[in-house]
C-alpha cells in the first residue's frame, strides 16, 4: 500500500513540478525519497498556469513570477491523513493591468493534473497539500499607478467543518448520491501591507500622495464542490475576513485612491463583461435536492452512512458561487494635509479631521444567480433580503409581460405576407423568424452589503476645545429598541445577462437600499468642510482624467429600478447658541418620519400610477395651478407646476412600448429593447407619518417640544426638460408610418388594462375609484409630446416636484420658538450663501483653465416646487392675559372662538358671567375645588363611552370636596394614562393637576367644537405624549394665551433660476380662533388631527390672503436691497374676522425679536376688509361697564417698506364708514350686505348652545353618579 501510495505521490509531485515550474534544470533540484524530502532553488513558475489556479480577473496579468527556495515533505506513512507541506522561503510576483480584457483563463491544473480522471487518491493528496510562505511582494504596474503588496508567514491548509486542522479525512465530504465532494480550506497571514503610488512623469507633474495600509492577521475561508467524475469546480464560497482596521488618510491621499480607481474602472467594467458572456451553466446557481430526492435516492442504496453524509452535506453545501467580505471594525481618519501646498486658496477651515467608525460590514457578490430564484440559502438572509425580493419579483414579472407585447410588437411590425403568396404558405415563408429564445436562464449578478452600526462623526479642528466627538451620521438602534440583528444599512445591487451572451431583452438593473434608524446632524462645519473636499475632489479628478486621457463616456446613463426603504429616519438642524442666548430657546429642530419609501417604479404601495392621478386630479381642482393662471402670485413667465409629463407617466404613456406603439422607436429583440435613459425617471416619495420637534429647550428635561404633529407627506419628482429632449430625438430620428400607431396603443391599452383589473395584487392603501378605474378610454386623448413640447424649453424647468399633503397638520409655536425659527433662517441662508460661494470660487478656477467650457455650462438650473394643503392650523402660544385680581366678569375668555370672542356684547357677557351653571371652559378647565377668593363651576369636556360599563364624566362642582376616588386619580400620572386610553376626556378627567393653572387665574375659556373628539396619534407626533406629561414646579409658568390660525386650501408654488428664487402663496380661508388663557399641556393634549371644516354653506369663493416673495437677482427691479433680503408683496382681500384687543398685542410681543433687525422691503395691499375689535383689556374700576365692540373696515389700503426700514401708508380711496358701533350687539352694527357673515354667526352660536345644553347634561348624570356613589357608601 505504501509503495502504490509513494509512486502515486512522486507521479503526481513530478507533474506538478512540470505543470507550475520552468526552466526547471537538474542543478536546482534536490530529492530525497525515501526520507520524502526534497529541496528546488531559484524556481521560475509558470505565469498562465498561476493565472488559471488563483482566477485572476482578466483585468490582470502576471507576467512573471520567482521564488528563491523551496522545500517539501511527504508523509509516506500517513497520506490519508497528514498533508503533504511545501514550504517556500520569499515569492516575487510582477504583475500589470490591463486596458483590454485578456484572453480567460484556463482549465484548473488540478483538474488538468487528474487527466479529468475520477476524484481519487490521487486527487486527495494533492488538494490535501499544505502551503506555507514566508514572504510574497506583488508589485502591480497600472497605467496612473504602481502598486505594491507584502505579505508575511502565509499559510495555505485543509481545515475541517469547523475551521480548524485535524485529520485530512475530516477535511472532505462526499455525497455518492449527487456525486460530489466538498473541501475546506483556510488561508492565513500575519500581515499584509499595501503600498500605491502614483506614476512621475515629465510630461505632467501630478501631487499625489502616497497611499499606505498595513493590516494585522487575517484570513480567507474557501469552500470547494467539485464533481466526482471529472474533478471539476462546481461552485466556490470563498469569505475573507479582516480584523480590526485602523487607517488614517489625508485629504491629498484619498483623492489619489479615487484617481486609481478611476483609472482601473473602465478595463474592469470590461472585464465583468467577459466572464459574464462566458459563464456556463455550471456555474449558475442550483438549488440543492429537496428532501423527498435525497429520501427516494437513500432508499434505493439502503445506507445509513450515505444517508447520513448526504445530510451532512447538504448542511455545508455550496449552492452557488459566491464571495464575501467581513470587516469586524474599521476606524476611518480623513484629514486635511496641511503640509502640502493646497490647491484651494483662503480655505474656510484648515486642519479639519472627520472620523468614521464602522462596525460588523458583509460584503456578498454572487456572479451567478438565477434570477427569480429564492435568496434563502444566502449568507445573512435577513427580512431585507426577503423584502427585496418580493419587489424584484414584481419587476421581473412586469418585464416577462413587456417582453411578450414586445414580440407581438416585433411581429406586428414585419408585416403581412406578400399578396401574390398563397394563404398557404402563412407569413412564415415570407417574413423574417422572429430570435429564438435564449438557451439558457436569464443569470443575475448581485453585491449586498451590509453595516451593522456605523458612526461618522463631525469635523473637528485644532482650534477647537478637547470634547468628545459628536455625531454628524449614527444608528439610533438602542435607543429605539429595534432588534440587534437589524443593520443600519442593507444595500443590495444586481444586473442581468444571458451566460450565451445572447442578443435578447434583459431587465434593467435595480438597487435596493434599507436605512434603520438613523441620523444626521446637519452641523454648518461639517458641512462646509465636506462641501469643500468634495469640490476639491471633483476637480482633481477632472484633471487626472485630462492628463491620462481617460474617456469619460458621454452615453446617456441608463435606467436602474431603485427603491430606498427608511424606518425611523431622523434630521436635526442645530444652531450656534452664544453666551447671550436664552436658556429656554431650543437647541436644534428635529425632522423625523416613522417609515418612508422613495422610488423610480411604480410597485411600492402610494407610489403607483394611480395615486399619480389621484394627486394630479387634487391639484388641478385648484385654479392655482392651472396653466393658464397668470395672476398675482403667479406670473406670465411663470413655469407651469403641472407639467404634463406627470399626466403622460400617469396613464403610462411615456414607456418603451408606447414609443414603439407610436412609431417612434423600431422594435427589436435587443438587449436594450425595453430600457430607458435616467433621465426619464419618476421619483415617488411617501412617508407614512412625519413630524417635526424642537429639541434641547431647558424646561423640556432632554424631552422633545412639538412643532408640527405627524401626518402623511407624498412627494413626486421629475426632470421635464431632460423628457422634452429625448422625445424631441425619438421624434427626429424617427422614420417609421405612424398610420398604425393608434391601434398600436390601443392593443397596448387594453392589455395593461386587464392587467390593472384582474391583478392579484393587494395594496395596504388604495386611491379612490374615480381615479383607479375611471380612466381615459383613449390614452390618445391625453395631451401628448408633441404638445408638451410646443412651449419654448424656458417653461420647462430641470426639475419639477409636487407635495401633496392629504391630512389635517396642526402646528404651534411659542415666542422663543418663533425667535429660533428666525435664527434657524438667518443660519440656513448664511450656510447656503457659504456653500454658494465655495461653488462660485471653484467654478472660476475652472473657467480659467477651460473658458471653452463656461458657455456650454452657463445655462442656470431650474426648479419648480408645487405644494398643495388641504387645511391646516397653526397656534400661536403667547403670554398669558392679565386680569384684575377678583373680577367676576370672565368677559373675553368666556366667549368661545366659534363666537369669535368678540362678537357679543357686554349684557350677554355678564349674563353668562354670573350664571354659574352654564359657564364652562373645555379649552382651559379648572377643578372646581380651586383655592380662589371666587370659586367658579367648570365643565371639562367629555364624551360617553360605547360601552355603558366603561361610561364616566367628568366634572367639577362649586364648593364641592371630591371625593377618595376622584382624589386618587389626581395622584396618576398622565404619561399611563396617555398610553392606556387616548380619549380627550380622560385626560382632562384624570389630569386634575393641570387644572388648577386655569384656575389660579380665574381665567375660563372654551376650546373650538372639534376638540371634543377622540385624542389620536394621526395628529400628533410620537414625542408629544412625552412633551404634554412633563411637570413644572409652578402651574402659573403652564399658563399661555393661545390663539389658533386655521387655514384652508393652502397652495404654494416655488421657481428657482440660478440664484433668483420666486415664492408664490395663496390661501383660500383663514380663520382665527382665540382660546385665552390655558394649560400649555392640557392644550397639547387636546390637539386632534381633525380638519378645518368650511364656515360657509359652500360654492367657490376668492382667496383672501395671496403673497409672493422673490429674491435674487430678479428682486432686484423692485429696489437695490431686494436682491440680497428679499421683496415681499402681500395682498389681503376681502377678509372677514375677530380679535380681541389683547390678543393683538400679544401678537406684537410674539413677534419681537431682540436679533439685529433685517430689513425687508415689502408691498401690502388690503382691500374690503372688516376686522371686528374688541377692547378685553383692564380697567380701572372694575364696576364700569364692558367697553363696546367695534368694527375696523378697510375699502383700500396700501403699505409700503423701502431699503431704509420706514413704512409708508396710502390708498387709492378711503371710504368713510364708521370705526366704533353704539350698539350692544356686533350683528347690529354691521352693514346690510354683510348679512351672510351675521347668518354664519348665528348658526356657530347654535352649535355653541348645543354643547352647553350636552356639558349641562353630563353635569346632572355626573351629579347623579356622585348621589348614588354617597348612597351606596351610607349603605
Not at 147 to 168: G, H, K, M, P, R
Not at 324 to 335: E, G, V
Not at 363 to 392: I, N, Q
Not at 702 to 710: E, I, L, T
Request: proline share 6%; with cysteine; hydrophobic share 35%.
Amino acid at each position: 500500500m505504501v509503495m502504490g501510495s509513494g509512486v502515486c505521490v512522486r507521479s503526481s509531485s513530478h507533474l506538478w513540478s512540470r505543470r507550475f515550474a520552468k526552466n526547471l534544470s537538474p542543478d536546482k533540484i534536490n530529492l530525497s525519497t525515501l526520507k520524502g524530502e526534497g529541496q528546488l532553488t531559484n524556481l521560475e513558475l509558470d505565469e498562465e498556469v498561476l493565472q488559471s489556479l488563483l482566477d485572476l480577473p482578466t483585468w490582470l496579468a502576471i507576467n512573471r513570477v520567482e521564488c528563491n527556495k523551496a522545500a517539501i515533505r511527504i508523509p509516506w506513512t500517513k497520506l490519508k491523513t497528514h498533508p503533504i507541506t511545501l514550504t517556500l522561503d520569499k515569492v516575487v510576483m510582477e504583475m500589470s493591468t490591463c486596458d483590454e480584457p485578456r484572453p480567460p483563463n484556463g482549465p484548473s491544473p488540478i483538474a488538468t493534473a487528474s487527466g479529468q480522471s475520477e476524484y481519487g487518491f490521487a486527487e486527495k493528496v494533492v488538494e490535501g497539500m499544505s502551503l506555507s510562505i514566508n514572504s510574497i511582494v506583488i508589485r502591480i504596474s497600472a497605467k496612473a499607478f504602481n502598486a505594491s503588496f507584502e505579505l508575511s508567514q502565509l499559510q495555505v491548509y485543509s481545515v475541517n467543518t469547523s475551521w480548524s486542522i485535524s485529520d485530512l479525512r475530516f477535511t472532505r465530504i462526499q455525497d455518492p448520491q449527487r456525486g460530489e465532494i466538498l473541501t475546506f480550506k483556510e488561508i492565513s497571514w500575519q500581515m499584509i501591507r499595501i503600498e500605491a503610488d502614483a506614476i512621475q512623469s515629465a510630461e505632467h507633474e501630478m501631487l499625489s500622495a502616497p497611499i499606505r495600509l498595513i493590516t494585522n492577521q487575517s484570513k480567507i475561508r474557501v469552500t470547494l464542490k467539485r464533481r466526482i467524475k471529472d474533478c471539476n469546480v462546481v461552485a466556490s464560497k470563498l469569505i475573507l475576513i479582516l480584523d480590526d482596521l485602523l487607517w488614517v488618510l489625508t485629504d491629498s491621499q484619498l483623492k489619489a485612491m479615487v484617481q486609481y480607481a478611476k483609472s482601473l474602472s473602465e478595463a474592469m467594467e470590461k472585464s465583468a463583461q467577459q466572464r459574464k458572456s462566458m459563464a456556463t451553466e455550471d456555474q449558475v446557481s442550483s438549488a440543492a435536492p429537496s428532501a423527498q430526492q435525497v429520501r427516494t435516492q437513500q432508499a434505493s442504496t439502503a445506507a445509513e452512512q450515505s444517508a447520513s453524509m448526504a445530510k451532512l452535506f447538504s448542511a455545508y453545501d455550496v449552492c452557488e458561487t459566491s464571495h464575501h467580505l467581513q470587516i469586524m471594525h474599521l476606524d476611518l481618519h480623513i484629514c486635511d494635509d496641511i503640509h502640502v501646498k493646497d490647491k484651494v486658496s483662503n480655505k474656510r477651515i484648515t486642519g479639519g479631521a472627520m472620523q468614521l467608525s464602522f462596525s460588523s460590514i458583509t460584503l456578498d457578490y454572487y456572479p451567478f444567480h438565477r434570477a427569480g430564484d429564492s435568496c434563502e440559502h444566502w449568507m445573512h438572509y435577513s427580512e431585507a433580503t426577503k423584502t427585496r425580493e418580493g419587489w424584484v419579483r414584481n419587476l421581473l414579472d412586469e418585464f416577462n409581460s413587456n417582453v411578450e407585447m414586445l414580440k407581438s410588437a416585433v411581429r406586428d411590425h414585419q408585416g403581412p405576407p406578400p399578396a401574390h403568396c398563397s394563404p398557404q404558405h402563412g407569413n412564415a415563408s415570407f417574413s423574417p423568424p422572429l430570435p429564438e429564445s435564449p438557451k439558457t436562464q436569464l443569470t443575475s449578478s448581485s453585491v449586498v452589503l451590509r453595516i451593522a452600526d456605523f458612526s461618522i462623526y463631525q469635523v473637528s479642528t485644532a482650534d477647537q476645545r478637547r470634547s468628545s466627538p459628536k455625531t454628524m451620521i449614527s444608528c439610533n438602534k438602542k435607543s429605539l429598541y429595534l432588534p440587534p440583528e437589524m443593520p443600519a444599512i442593507h444595500v443590495e445591487f444586481t444586473e442581468y445577462y444571458f451566460p450565451d451572451g445572447k442578443d435578447y431583452p434583459i431587465p434593467c438593473p435595480n438597487l435596493y437600499l434599507q436605512l434603520n434608524a438613523l441620523q444626521l446632524v446637519l452641523d454648518p462645519r461639517s458641512l462646509v468642510w465636506i462641501n469643500l473636499f468634495a469640490l476639491d475632489l471633483r476637480q482633481s479628478l477632472e484633471q487626472f482624467m485630462e492628463i491620462y486621457k481617460l474617456s469619460d463616456s458621454q452615453k446617456p446613463e441608463e435606467h436602474v429600478d431603485i427603491k430606498v426603504d427608511g424606518l425611523m429616519l431622523k434630521v436635526v438642524i442645530p444652531i450656534d447658541r452664544g453666551a447671550s442666548c436664552p436658556a429656554d430657546l431650543p437647541r436644534s429642530i428635529s425632522v423625523q418620519t416613522s417609515e418612508m419609501v422613495a422610488t423610480n417604479t411604480r410597485h411600492p404601495a402610494n407610489c403607483t400610477r394611480s395615486h399619480l392621478e389621484a394627486l394630479l386630479q387634487a391639484f388641478e381642482q385648484q385654479p392655482f395651478f392651472s396653466p393658464c393662471f397668470s395672476s398675482f402670485p403667479r406670473s406670465s413667465s411663470s413655469v407651469p407646476v403641472l407639467h404634463p409629463v406627470f399626466q403622460r407617466h400617469a396613464h403610462e404613456q411615456d414607456t418603451k412600448l408606447h414609443d414603439i406603439y407610436r412609431g417612434l422607436v423600431v422594435p427589436t429583440l435587443g438587449a436594450d429593447a425595453l430600457k430607458m435613459p435616467a433621465a426619464t425617471d419618476f421619483w415617488a416619495l411617501h412617508f407614512a407619518q412625519f413630524w417635526v420637534d424642537y429639541e434641547g429647550t431647558r424646561g423640556g428635561k432632554g424631552r422633545p417640544q412639538p412643532f408640527v404633529d405627524s401626518f402623511p407627506l407624498t412627494v413626486w419628482a421629475s426632470q421635464p426638460a431632460k423628457i422634452v429632449q429625448h422625445q424631441e430625438k425619438l421624434r427626429c430620428g424617427s422614420s417609421l408610418s405612424r398610420s398604425t400607431s393608434g391601434e398600436g396603443v390601443t392593443r397596448l391599452q387594453k392589455k395593461r388594462l386587464l392587467k390593472d383589473y384582474y391583478s392579484t395584487e393587494a395594496h395596504d392603501a388604495t386611491p379612490p375609484s374615480s381615479n383607479g378605474l375611471h380612466k381615459p378610454l383613449s390614452l390618445d386623448s391625453l395631451p401628448s409630446s408633441a404638445s408638451s413640447s410646443s412651449p419654448s424649453s424656458s417653461k420647462d424647468a430641470n426639475v419639477h416636484v409636487l407635495v401633496h399633503v392629504q391630512k389635517h397638520l396642526s402646528a404651534q409655536v411659542s415666542h422663543r420658538q418663533y425667535v429660533f425659527l428666525m435664527q434657524l433662517q438667518r443660519s440656513i441662508k448664511a450656510l447656503q450663501q457659504t456653500l454658494q460661494q465655495d461653488l462660485e470660487k471653484m467654478s472660476s478656477k475652472k473657467d480659467r483653465m477651460d473658458p471653452s467650457q463656461h458657455s456650454a455650462d452657463h445655462q442656470p438650473f431650474t426648479v419648480c416646487l408645487g405644494l398643495l394643503l388641504k387645511s391646516a392650523e397653526v397656534s400661536l402660544l403667547l403670554k398669558p392675559v392679565p386680569h384684575p385680581e377678583g373680577s367676576r366678569s370672565p368677559m373675553g375668555s368666556e366667549l368661545s372662538p366659534s363666537e369669535s370672542r368678540g362678537t357679543l356684547d357686554a349684557g350677554e357677557g355678564a349674563e353668562k358671567g354670573s350664571d354659574g351653571a352654564g359657564s364652562g371652559s373645555e379649552g382651559a378647565a379648572a377643578k372646581g375645588a380651586c383655592d380662589s377668593p371666587s370659586p367658579r363651576l367648570v365643565c371639562c369636556s367629555g364624551r360617553l363611552m360605547r360601552d355603558r360599563s366603561q361610561s364616566s364624566f367628568s366634572v367639577s362642582y362649586k364648593n364641592m370636596k371630591k371625593s377618595p376616588s376622584l382624589q386618587s386619580l389626581d395622584n396618576i400620572s398622565i404619561d399611563s394614562y396617555l398610553m392606556e386610553d387616548g380619549d380627550t376626556y380622560s385626560l382632562l378627567e384624570r389630569g386634575g393637576g393641570i387644572m388648577n393653572a386655569s384656575c389660579t387665574h380665574g381665567l375660563y375659556t372654551r376650546p373650538p367644537f372639534g376638540l371634543i373628539e377622540r385624542f389620536g396619534y394621526g395628529g400628533v407626533s410620537p414625542d408629544t405624549v412625552s412633551a404634554t406629561s412633563q411637570s413644572t414646579d409652578d402651574p402659573t409658568k403652564d399658563t399661555v394665551s393661545v390663539l389658533v390660525l386655521k387655514v384652508q386650501s393652502v397652495c404654494v408654488a416655488m421657481e428657482a433660476f440660478g440664484e433668483s428664487t420666486a415664492v408664490a402663496l395663496e390661501v383660500g380661508r383663514v380663520t382665527p380662533s382665540q382660546l385665552g388663557n390655558v394649560s400649555l399641556r392640557q392644550y397639547l393634549s387636546n390637539r386632534t388631527g381633525g380638519e378645518v371644516g368650511s364656515a360657509s354653506a359652500g360654492g367657490l369663493h376668492s382667496p383672501e390672503v395671496r403673497a409672493r416673495l422673490e429674491s435674487g437677482p430678479c428682486a432686484a427691479a423692485h429696489s437695490p436691497l431686494a436682491e440680497r433680503n428679499g421683496f415681499l408683496q402681500l395682498r389681503l382681500h376681502g377678509y372677514r374676522s375677530s380679535f380681541l384687543m389683547s390678543t393683538l398685542r400679544n401678537l406684537a410681543h410674539f413677534l419681537e425679536d431682540d436679533s439685529a433687525p433685517q430689513v425687508l422691503p415689502m408691498e401690502i395691499s388690503v382691500r374690503d376688509t372688516h376686522v371686528n375689535l374688541k377692547d378685553d383689556g383692564p380697567r380701572d374700576n372694575p364696576s364700569d361697564s364692558e367697553p363696546s365692540p367695534f368694527t375696523l373696515h378697510v375699502d383700500s389700503l396700501v403699505i409700503h417698506r423701502t431699503d431704509d426700514g420706514s413704512f409708508s401708508i396710502g390708498g387709492e380711496f378711503f371710504s368713510h364708514l364708521p370705526d366704533i358701533s353704539t350698539s350692544t350687539s356686533v350683528a347690529d352694527s354691521l352693514p346690510l350686505r354683510n348679512s351672510n357673515m351675521r347668518v354664519e354667526m348665528l348658526v356657530e352660536e347654535n352649535e355653541c348652545l348645543k354643547v352647553e345644553l350636552s356639558r349641562t347634561k353630563m353635569a346632572l348624570a355626573e351629579a347623579q353618579m356622585e348621589k348614588d356613589s354617597l348612597l351606596h357608601q351610607k349603605v
